[in-house]
Structure formats: structure tokens, C-alpha cells
């Protein structure tokens, strides 16, 4: 059965969670991702990264990750990428409005986060280009198209069209993930009514359906190394050294070939 994720559900009230597990187990999802949007000029305050407490309830139907944006607007805010306190979440998402962050952070902090969630619905201030976008690619970095926009508001949906196209065009529609970004129950729509919205972003069937299954696996499974890992471990091991006599016995290959010589030789005499 198709594995289908929906990874920007915002953070609902206390109690409200069971209405989003019900809804989204009867429309075919298996993973969804509660997310808490966080700004930077608030929450960063004297090299303090201050977070949201991340807990929620747990279904068993399906798979509920916790997420966090970080809403940055200098570059000191990116220090905040290194925290130890992101390590509470699954899935970390980095947003901008700067080229310039959006560049350093690429470049400086690659394995720190998984989502790079642009605000769609507003003209984007820069054009994204190959320089963004095959960097994300060889570090797993997925970029993020919330569709709430374009159902809410008719001038929304322009700009989140108009984005998404070049987006799609700019990644020759790989490397992104289609999120709903609803605050409400209402505004989550099916795997397959999204696929169908995507459409109308230039997005063909096979890279939508791509966003809702395998690009979010992508996320997850960067998340686990994030997570679960320090950095990175490389180990080396060393050959032990070899003595006079050891070094004279013949691999497996010379004996192979040494007995194919000498049963021909034997052949050879018998027929003389």
C-alpha cells in the first residue's frame, strides 16, 4: 500500500489531535508532521534557542512526526541550526526571505536541516537558481509547496502557481515535497485530489505523486541520521603485518590457476 505523507500540518490545540489523525487515516495518509513555526528574532535571544515544548499523541494507524520551522531573518539566527535542542525534533524546516541566508545556510549548515519552506504565497524577492538548488540535491535537501494558499485566496494562488512552476521547472521536478500547510482540518485534501491540484503548478502525475511518497522519505530518513548520529564515524581498520612465510602463501585465484596447468600437463602426457 501506497505510503502517502503530508509534512506541514500546523500544531493543533490540546485535544484536537484525534480529528487530524481521523481525517487523515480515512483519506489514505501514513505519515503526517505537526509543525510548530517559530521566529527567530524571538525565540534567539543571547545565542538561546528557546522552543516550543513537542509533545503530542500517538496513533497507531500512522505515523506522527514532530516539526519545527525556523523563520530566519540574519545571519546570527543561523547558529541556531546547531543547537542540540533540534535534536527533540523529527523533521527541521529552514525559511527565509534573503537570498544571502538562504545561500549560507546551503552552503555552511547542510546537515542540519531536512525542508527549506518559502513563503509561496508572496512573490518570491529572488529567482531560485541552479547555485540553490544542486547543493540541496547532493545533501538531501528538499524544497517545500504548501497548496492552503492557493484553495484560501484567489491572489494567493497566482503567486503560488506562478512559483511553483518555476520551482518545477528550476529542479526539472525533482527534489521537493507538496505539504498542505492547514491550520484547519478542513483545508487537508486526498493524495489524489493533491496530485490533481499539482497540475495546475506545471507538476506532471509521476513527480507529484514523487513529492507525497518518496521525497518525504527522503526527509525522514535524513531526520533519523540527524538525530540519531553525531556528526559522522568513520572506521579504519589496519592490516596486520605479515610475516616472511606468510607472505610466500598463494592466493586462492594461483592455486586455481596452478592446478588447471597441471591437470592439462597430465592430459597431454597420457595422450602421448
Known amino acids: 500500500m501506497e505510503s502517502f505523507a503530508d509534512l506541514n500540518v500546523i500544531c493543533p490545540r490540546v485535544g484536537q489531535a484525534k480529528s487530524?489523525?481521523?481525517?487523515?487515516?480515512q483519506m489514505g495518509y501514513r505519515t503526517i508532521a505537526f509543525n510548530h513555526v517559530v521566529d527567530m528574532k524571538q525565540a534567539f535571544?543571547?545565542?538561546?534557542l528557546k522552543l516550543p515544548a513537542c509533545k503530542l499523541e500517538k496513533c497507531e494507524d500512522l505515523r506522527v512526526l514532530h516539526r519545527i520551522t525556523l523563520i530566519c531573518s540574519d545571519s546570527v539566527h543561523l547558529?541556531?541550526?546547531?543547537?542540540?535542542?533540534?535534536?527533540k525534533f523529527d523533521i527541521v524546516a529552514f525559511s527565509t526571505k534573503s537570498e544571502d541566508l538562504l545561500t549560507q545556510s546551503i552552503a555552511n549548515f547542510p546537515s542540519c536541516f531536512q525542508i527549506i519552506s518559502l513563503d509561496f504565497s508572496q512573490r518570491l524577492p529572488f529567482r531560485l537558481k541552479h547555485s540553490h538548488l544542486h547543493?540541496?540535491?547532493?545533501?538531501?535537501?528538499?524544497?517545500?509547496?504548501?497548496?492552503?494558499?492557493?484553495?484560501?485566496?484567489?491572489?494567493?494562488?497566482?503567486n503560488v502557481v506562478s512559483n511553483s512552476k518555476d520551482l518545477n521547472w528550476s529542479s526539472r521536478g525533482r527534489g521537493f515535497v507538496i505539504s498542505s500547510g492547514a491550520e484547519d482540518p478542513l483545508f487537508i485534501r486526498g493524495p489524489y485530489?493533491?496530485?490533481?491540484?499539482?497540475?495546475?503548478?506545471?507538476?506532471?502525475?509521476?513527480?507529484?505523486?514523487a513529492a507525497l511518497i518518496s521525497n518525504c522519505e527522503v526527509v525522514f530518513l535524513k531526520g533519523l541520521s540527524r538525530?540519531?548520529?553525531f556528526n559522522g564515524i568513520m572506521q579504519k581498520s589496519y592490516l596486520s603485518s605479515?610475516?616472511?612465510?606468510?607472505?610466500?602463501?598463494?592466493?586462492?585465484?594461483q592455486i586455481l590457476v596452478s592446478e588447471k596447468f597441471e591437470t592439462e600437463n597430465a592430459s597431454k602426457k597420457a595422450k602421448v
Do not use: H, W
Open 79 to 87: 547558529r541556531a541550526l546547531k543547537s542540540p535542542e533540534l535534536k
Open 20 to 25: 487530524y489523525f481521523n481525517l487523515c487515516r
Open 193 to 209: 485530489d493533491v496530485i490533481n491540484l499539482a497540475t495546475l503548478f506545471g507538476i506532471d502525475f509521476k513527480s507529484a505523486k
Open 242 to 253: 605479515v610475516d616472511e612465510d606468510q607472505s610466500m602463501i598463494p592466493l586462492p585465484c
Open 227 to 229: 538525530t540519531q548520529t
Open 45 to 48: 535571544v543571547k545565542n538561546k
Open 135 to 158: 547543493p540541496c540535491k547532493l545533501n538531501n535537501i528538499v524544497f517545500e509547496i504548501c497548496y492552503v494558499s492557493a484553495i484560501k485566496d484567489s491572489s494567493s494562488c497566482r
